[in-house]
């Protein structure tokens, strides 16, 4: 198995595929790419905000700079006991940095909600920890998916995954409730995310462009806040702060 990175510079691009275009793509990529050593994975994202949605109403502006926190775990049913990343993910000019920490469900939530301080004192923990001082936050909405991971045979730092099956839910946030929730994309839709620290190579490049596959601004918790929580929010609200 490979080593676990905490740390992450890199591009990430997203795309949205019929059905019928993931079937194609994947035809096409077979003799480039090999799974990667956690090829399979059930992912369960806890994201944070604070009660009137800014960090991710500031995100959607497309803001030269942006940031988000969230917990997740990457296991079919994790416990609070299982181990979760603790991840602020920020994105300046189109580069993506993702620094992480790994602890418990029960660690992540403890600290998370100012109950205990952080396991470990490293700087990723004070990075997370001042994010935290200048924002209250609090769990608002669980995504989860199922994943499949691959990687370039000759680049493994060039990653292509596909999730399917995203649901979401706003109740029992927590990691050990179960991965169940309502579908965030039309049914048969997969996202593609293409992950890679520099420009993609020529193969690549020729294979998207020949099945016109073109990349996409899309957010699952962007999407989810969009499209369910906002109307939610407003209809609590007489004034949109």
Wanted: aromatic share 12%.
């Amino acid at each position: 198995m490979g080593e676990t990175k905490l740390s992450f510079k890199r591009y990430e691009k997203k795309y949205l595929l019929s059905r019928e275009t993931y079937e194609r793509l994947m035809a096409g990529l077979a003799p480039y790419i090999e799974p990667t050593d956690y090829h399979r994975s059930y992912i369960r994202s806890i994201y944070y905000d604070s009660d009137d949605f800014r960090l991710i109403r500031h995100s959607l502006d497309a803001p030269v700079y942006k940031e988000k926190l969230r917990v997740r775990s990457y296991s079919r049913e994790p416990g609070m006991d299982a181990p979760v990343f603790v991840e602020l993910k920020k994105k300046y000019k189109g580069i993506v940095y993702k620094r992480r920490l790994v602890m418990s469900g029960g660690e992540a939530e403890a600290w998370l909600s100012g109950e205990t301080s952080a396991p470990e004192d490293s700087q990723m923990a004070r990075e997370i920890a001042w994010f935290l001082h200048e924002n209250p936050l609090r769990p608002k909405v669980m995504i989860a998916c199922d994943r499949l991971a691959w990687q370039a045979k000759d680049d493994p730092e060039l990653r292509i995954t596909f999730d399917e099956s995203i649901r979401w839910r706003e109740d029992r946030l927590r990691m050990d409730q179960g991965g169940d929730g309502e579908e965030l994309l039309p049914q048969g839709h997969v996202l593609m995310e293409i992950k890679l620290p520099e420009a993609a190579p020529l193969w690549l490049a020729h294979l998207l462009s020949e099945l016109e596959v073109y990349p996409t601004s899309f957010s699952k918790y962007g999407t989810c806040y969009k499209n369910y929580l906002l109307w939610e929010y407003l209809e609590g609200e007489s004034v949109y702060v």
